[in-house]
């Protein structure tokens, strides 16, 4: 109601702008209608069917209702979207296209009509002037025919001509994946006359009321929302002339909830199970490369099914960015998985070729005990050259001692004396010169705390070098810490970039 009376404020004002331009011949014909009027002496009304008649009696659907150009006024209101598709980058909606306009050869006040306003069907419409206004950017454009042609069409008296479609267009978006999945896209629809220029048809929104409105209060898709919408106007050049484009923008909100459910949330959950493996220590490999598999696995698999839905596009979107980061996190933990695997091995050898050393030197230890008896039981004559070996008590101030290798060499730990045969008096055959070789047991008590500090030294040494567990320790806070910096910053940036 507020859109007719709206309409009928407009058609008075434009019955007294035109009453003011009457052609002399209207002039005359209306004065012959009152003088007929006031000679029968009673007034009767003209019925729609004889109006119609008479307007189209001698009416040229070819001649513009005026020869200065006649302004063409539009306005569309909104019925429903029906899809946005991102695959081809388009929209389909539902609209009402509402077109004013002013035709001096259709006033009809002079005929005294019955009603104030003609409501005529789309036959009438074909047999008058029309501006010819097209979407110049859609891809299709169908007026309904539910069950028949949706058009609506009314003259008034004085000549103003009102026309409706309803239409179902699918025009072009402007799609924009860097956001996604919180991005936002605008689409856009542009109405122009295809058939004259500006200097014929001036085609203009309406500036007394919206031009462009809804007629739900929210119009809500599956996976976008309607957040605004807009209207402009531009003057376009072509060959023929300058043309008056009206351009509509709507612009569509992704609804990201399914992602977060079928995507982040997942992802998560495949990134905390990936960590899981840190608690399980370097025992555990084959536990813990099952974990950093799967997990590999599942984040590509998920990746994929995302990807399937929408066009290859050579720009990184928000969620290549997650995803991207996501194996990178799982795939360092396997990295972290193969560094704690060499280490293990690799100390496990060191161990093994420990405890064989240390199996060797007790050998030569228990060995060495049992030639702790003097060895002057071997006869001299096998070897009479060579040194007898005997452990033995020394004192300091034995002239043959020495101390060269005493408690400054921790690889003797016996010091060794030189004496000659005389000095032994145990041994056989004294006329012999032969030299023996004694091994004093005095210092060997100092030798083993040398022993000792040297160990000690090459334990605090190895302690400098990371152990498996130390780094599944330092991994277990790296890793959380690194990922919810990153958090912090993606959500940021994303849910902040398109406002």
């Given at each position: 109601?507020?859109?007719?009376?709206?309409?009928?404020?407009?058609?008075?004002?434009?019955?007294?702008?035109?009453?003011?331009?009457?052609?002399?011949?209207?002039?005359?014909?209306?004065?012959?209608?009152e003088?007929?009027?006031?000679?029968?002496?009673?007034?009767?009304?003209?019925?729609?069917?004889?109006?119609?008649?008479?307007?189209?009696?001698?009416?040229?659907?070819?001649?513009t209702?005026?020869?200065?150009?006649?302004i063409?006024?539009i306005?569309?209101?909104?019925?429903?979207?029906?899809?946005?598709?991102?695959?081809?980058?388009?929209?389909?909606?539902?609209?009402?296209?509402?077109?004013?306009?002013?035709?001096?050869?259709?006033?009809?006040e002079?005929?005294?009509?019955?009603?104030?306003?003609?409501?005529?069907?789309?036959?009438?419409?074909?047999?008058?002037?029309?501006?010819?206004?097209v979407?110049?950017?859609?891809?299709?454009?169908?007026?309904?025919?539910?069950?028949?042609?949706?058009?609506?069409?009314?003259?008034?008296?004085?000549?103003?001509?009102?026309?409706?479609?309803?239409?179902?267009?699918?025009?072009?978006?402007?799609?924009?994946?860097?956001?996604?999945?919180?991005?936002?896209?605008?689409?856009?629809?542009?109405?122009?006359?295809?058939?004259?220029?500006?200097?014929?048809?001036?085609?203009?929104?309406?500036?007394?009321?919206?031009?462009?409105?809804?007629?739900?209060?929210e119009?809500?898709?599956?996976?976008?929302?309607?957040?605004?919408?807009?209207?402009?106007?531009?003057?376009?050049?072509?060959?023929?002339?300058?043309?008056?484009?009206?351009?509509?923008?709507?612009?569509?909100?992704?609804?990201?909830?399914?992602?977060?459910?079928?995507?982040?949330?997942?992802?998560?959950?495949?990134?905390?199970?990936?960590?899981?493996?840190?608690?399980?220590?370097p025992?555990?490999?084959?536990?813990?490369t099952?974990?950093?598999?799967?997990?590999?696995?599942?984040?590509?698999?998920?990746?994929?099914?995302?990807?399937?839905?929408?066009?290859?596009?050579?720009?990184?979107?928000?969620?290549?960015?997650?995803?991207?980061?996501?194996?990178?996190?799982?795939?360092?933990?396997?990295?972290?998985?193969?560094?704690?695997?060499?280490?293990?091995?690799?100390?496990?050898?060191?161990?093994?070729?420990?405890?064989?050393?240390?199996?060797?030197?007790?050998?030569?230890?228990?060995?060495?005990r049992?030639?702790?008896?003097?060895?002057?039981?071997?006869?001299?004559?096998?070897?009479p050259?060579?040194?007898?070996?005997?452990?033995?008590?020394?004192?300091?101030?034995?002239?043959q001692?020495?101390?060269?290798?005493?408690?400054?060499?921790?690889?003797?730990?016996?010091?060794?004396?030189?004496?000659?045969?005389?000095?032994?008096?145990?041994?056989?055959?004294?006329?012999?010169?032969?030299?023996?070789?004694?091994?004093?047991?005095?210092?060997e008590?100092?030798?083993?705390?040398?022993?000792?500090?040297?160990?000690?030294?090459?334990?605090?040494?190895?302690?400098?070098?990371?152990?498996?567990?130390?780094?599944?320790?330092?991994?277990?806070?790296?890793?959380?810490?690194?990922?919810t910096?990153?958090?912090?910053?993606?959500?940021?940036?994303?849910?902040?970039?398109?406002?």
């Amino acid at each position: 109601m507020i859109r007719t009376r709206h309409v009928f404020l407009f058609a008075v004002l434009l019955a007294s702008v035109s009453s003011q331009n009457l052609t002399p011949e209207t002039r005359s014909e209306e004065q012959s209608l009152e003088a007929a009027t006031d000679e029968d002496g009673e007034e009767q009304c003209t019925s729609d069917k004889t109006i119609i008649e008479k307007l189209l009696n001698n009416y040229k659907s070819f001649r513009t209702p005026s020869e200065t150009g006649v302004i063409v006024w539009i306005e569309v209101w909104v019925q429903e979207v029906n899809s946005v598709n991102e695959i081809t980058s388009d929209f389909d909606m539902d609209i009402y296209v509402t077109e004013l306009w002013m035709d001096s050869a259709l006033r009809y006040e002079h005929l005294n009509p019955c009603k104030y306003n003609l409501s005529l069907n789309s036959e009438i419409l074909d047999q008058i002037w029309k501006p010819n206004t097209v979407f110049i950017n859609s891809k299709s454009a169908n007026i309904h025919k539910s069950p028949f042609k949706n058009v609506f069409l009314m003259i008034y008296p004085n000549g103003t001509v009102w026309v409706n479609y309803r239409v179902q267009v699918k025009g072009p978006c402007t799609m924009d994946f860097s956001a996604f999945p919180m991005d936002q896209q605008s689409c856009h629809l542009t109405l122009e006359s295809f058939s004259y220029n500006n200097q014929e048809v001036d085609m203009q929104w309406m500036n007394w009321t919206l031009p462009l409105s809804l007629l739900k209060k929210e119009i809500v898709l599956p996976d976008f929302v309607m957040t605004n919408y807009s209207t402009s106007l531009k003057n376009e050049i072509y060959p023929a002339g300058v043309w008056n484009e009206l351009t509509m923008t709507f612009v569509f909100s992704r609804r990201y909830g399914w992602y977060i459910f079928q995507a982040y949330i997942p992802t998560y959950l495949t990134i905390f199970i990936s960590w899981i493996s840190f608690c399980l220590g370097p025992k555990m490999i084959p536990a813990r490369t099952m974990l950093g598999v799967n997990s590999l696995l599942a984040l590509t698999f998920q990746f994929g099914n995302i990807m399937r839905n929408l066009p290859r596009v050579s720009y990184v979107k928000a969620l290549d960015v997650w995803m991207l980061v996501c194996l990178t996190f799982v795939f360092c933990s396997l990295l972290e998985l193969a560094i704690i695997g060499s280490m293990g091995a690799r100390s496990e050898n060191r161990l093994a070729q420990q405890q064989k050393q240390q199996d060797e030197e007790t050998t030569k230890q228990q060995k060495g005990r049992e030639n702790s008896t003097c060895s002057h039981l071997i006869s001299p004559s096998s070897c009479p050259n060579s040194p007898r070996i005997c452990r033995n008590h020394v004192p300091n101030d034995v002239p043959q001692s020495f101390k060269s290798y005493g408690s400054t060499d921790p690889r003797m730990r016996k010091r060794l004396i030189i004496a000659s045969s005389s000095t032994i008096s145990h041994a056989p055959n004294a006329n012999r010169a032969e030299k023996v070789l004694l091994l004093d047991g005095l210092e060997e008590t100092q030798f083993s705390q040398v022993d000792t500090k040297y160990s000690s030294m090459a334990s605090i040494k190895m302690k400098k070098h990371w152990t498996t567990e130390e780094i599944d320790r330092m991994s277990m806070i790296v890793f959380p810490g690194l990922f919810t910096v990153f958090n912090i910053i993606y959500w940021t940036y994303y849910l902040t970039v398109n406002t």
